[in-house]
């Protein structure tokens, strides 16, 4: 903003040097064009937003002339405006020219302001008065306004604004004991619709295939729910949450089931699938990777494809959430030998006749 008035001013330079080797009738031919385009636009378009250095070039060239002659002009703004607009810039020259060169306060030392920030990121439902007193506990003496201040100038708001779960922080914190579940249709060469319910865990990624079927119905999401209920206790995983959408294949019993073993049901709000956006991602991947490369049989041969592919998910894939381990995989141990990176001897593994590949060094 504050360089845009210097350029303005210098282009306005440049356009009347090429204006003065023009004549007078060439000149009046182009203010009126100008003035006829400028009534056609003000006819089509609302009232324009100027900033603070169109204000103050437009008063800088026009405030000299008559008033009878700006209101003759076709302006976009009124002449009394302008006027205004002239007057606000003498003020603001005057107003600094005679203001009292003192020294002030000086500024807070930066490390003090990265500490006042840090306690504000950390603790969110501190006030600066809180802050200021861990301040002084630490023996760091500042004023209670410079808290306040420091704050202020970074956009902060006040503690009883800032003291609120958001749905990020809802996620980061309890992605331990989440799961998130989500329906996806594909399609077999013989036309039907196959409906796919799966689950992920937020933490470590992991994704069960829970079951397909052409026809869902209450019997059938009742019975997934038992089974998926029944293999997290197997593997010892402890749920507290499970985000789905609502859609109206969710039956009633499904969610007592989940209920009863002290799962709470979070839906997610209307057309928001964000809220839902790890087990979105899974829905993109398992379509660019598989069903895009694939041509369905029918149900059985689906769930074949599907077994493999979590399968190749959970034990191979890598993660950028994980750094690059698979959910129920760890990453290898780094080669440090040199021979061993120059010699490197891989074998592949493919999955679904190549569509998938695994690749391991040589035993």
């Known amino acids: 903003m504050l360089l845009r008035l210097p350029y303005l001013a210098l282009t306005s330079v440049f356009t009347l040097i090429w204006l003065l080797p023009m ?49 003759r002009l076709q302006l976009i703004i009124s002449p009394d405006t302008l006027l205004r607009w002239h007057r606000d810039l003498l003020h603001r020259r005057h107003a600094k020219a005679s203001r009292p060169k003192r020294p002030g306060r000086p500024r807070t030392v930066r490390s003090v302001r990265a500490l006042v920030l840090r306690l504000a990121s950390d603790n969110r439902n ?82 069960r295939i829970l079951g397909a079927t052409a026809h869902p119905t209450a019997a ?42 002290g799962i709470e049901i979070v839906q997610t709000g209307v057309r928001m699938p964000r809220m839902n956006a790890i087990m979105e991602r899974w829905v993109r991947s398992c379509r660019t990777e598989l069903l895009d490369r694939t041509l369905i049989w029918n149900q059985a041969h689906l769930l074949h494809a599907l077994r493999e592919y979590e399968q190749f998910y959970n034990t191979h894939r890598p993660h950028r959430s994980l750094a690059g381990a698979a959910p129920l995989r760890q990453l290898a141990e780094p080669i440090t030998e040199p021979d061993r990176l120059t010699h490197l001897d891989l074998r592949r593994h493919d999955r679904l006749g190549g569509i998938l590949h695994e690749y391991q060094h040589a035993a």
């Open 220 to 261: 059938w999401m009742t019975q997934l729910a038992r089974n998926m209920v029944m293999d997290l206790q197997d593997t010892g995983t402890r749920v507290k949450f499970l985000i789905r959408d609502r859609a109206v294949r969710y039956p009633a019993t499904f969610d007592a089931v989940l209920q009863a073993e």
């Open 23 to 71: 004549s007078d009738r060439d000149k009046d031919a182009e203010i009126l064009a100008l003035r006829h385009q400028l009534a056609v636009l003000q006819r089509q378009t609302d009232k324009p937003k100027l900033t603070w250095p169109d204000r103050a070039l437009l008063a800088a060239l026009l405030h000299h002339l008559p008033r009878v002659q700006l209101r």
């Open 126 to 207: 501190w006030g600066y008065r809180r802050i200021h007193g861990e301040l002084a506990t630490l023996g760091i003496k500042v004023a209670a306004s410079t808290v306040w201040n420091i704050l202020k100038e970074h956009g902060i708001d006040p503690a009883p604004e800032r003291d609120h779960t958001t749905w990020a922080t809802f996620l980061r914190s309890q992605a331990h004991a989440i799961l998130a579940a989500d329906f996806f249709e594909t399609k077999t060469l013989t036309g039907a619709t196959v409906t796919v319910l799966a689950v992920i865990e937020h933490a470590t990624r992991r994704v």
